[in-house]
């Protein structure tokens, strides 16, 4: 019976691999598995897939100055605390860029200087194929706070009953934690090299600090040392997964063809690895 399972993939650092481990994961889970292209400043889930997406914008709410009401009291100024105000003289200066739209200043303002008003940050894209359903988000061109946009995109998760995979972003980031979020399990994506290792105990670090269960999967795993494993074994981390570093799987990646198609027989092992997460999680059977 499949489960109900919400499964983020992260890595450390960019380039291990982390977007053909999720895109492998979602094709092993089979019908009905619900894929999230949380990667929003550059999503490319969509390059390996034929689904046909329809677009709903987001936007954020951010404040605006009303000069005509403002004395320059600089109560707004006092609660920020993200810098994205300044006062010079008696006029406010709104720095939308370093804004977190949480509402703050216009709450606390005693002449009602400031109003909020919605800002486009993204578009969150939905489409489906025969097996499973993607949701991405892409940030717009110049915005900078991508939180925002990963939420409304994992807020989507709510109406699936079945196996959620999401494609995180890369780093330790607010991003990162934003995507890993309320997750059941993360599958942290590194490389055996020394910048992989580096940079998997970051994630791991972050990861504990969240309190969330993880597993590691190493790609190109014949292409450097066994530190990776060490480390793991030293931490108390199952390895779930080891792939090898084959010249038809990049040669694949490069035309936009997923893993399990370019290498079909690691679908028992991808089959194998959701299974080994669903017994560590301890997920609940979808009714």
């Given at each position: ?71 320059g009291c600089g109560r707004c100024l006092e609660v920020c605390q993200f810098n994205a105000i300044a006062l010079l003289g008696k006029k406010i200066l709104l720095f939308q860029d370093l804004c977190h739209g949480c509402g703050g200043c216009v709450r606390v303002c005693p002449r009602g200087a400031l109003r909020e008003e919605a800002s486009r940050i993204g578009e969150i894209g939905i489409g489906s194929t025969n097996t499973l359903s993607l ?153």
């Open positions: 019976m499949r489960r109900k399972i919400k499964i983020a993939v992260a890595s450390g650092k960019g380039g291990t691999g982390k977007t053909t481990v999720a895109l492998a994961l979602a094709d092993a889970a089979g019908a009905g598995t619900l894929l999230l292209d949380c990667d929003v400043e550059q999503p490319n889930c969509h390059l390996f897939l034929t689904a046909k997406a329809t677009e709903e914008p987001v936007t954020v709410l951010k404040p605006r100055v009303e000069e005509e009401l403002c004395n949701i991405e988000g892409r940030l717009s061109i110049g915005q900078s706070m991508s939180p925002p946009l990963i939420r409304a995109v994992k807020e989507h998760s709510m109406e699936s009953s079945g196996i959620v995979i999401t494609d995180c972003p890369p780093g330790t980031a607010c991003p990162m934690a934003a995507a890993v979020r309320d997750s059941d399990f993360v599958v942290l994506v590194t490389e055996p090299t020394p910048f992989g290792l580096h940079d998997l105990g970051l994630a791991v670090d972050t990861l504990r600090l969240l309190k969330l269960p993880l597993g590691v999967v190493i790609n190109r795993s014949d292409n450097g040392d066994e530190s990776v494993q060490a480390y793991c074994y030293t931490k108390g981390i199952p390895v779930l997964l080891e792939i090898p570093n084959r010249r038809e799987i990049a040669e694949a990646y490069s035309r936009g063809v997923s893993l399990l198609k370019a290498v079909p027989e690691l679908r028992t092992e991808f089959e194998q690895v959701l299974k080994t997460i669903e017994k560590i999680s301890g997920s609940e059977p979808v009714k």
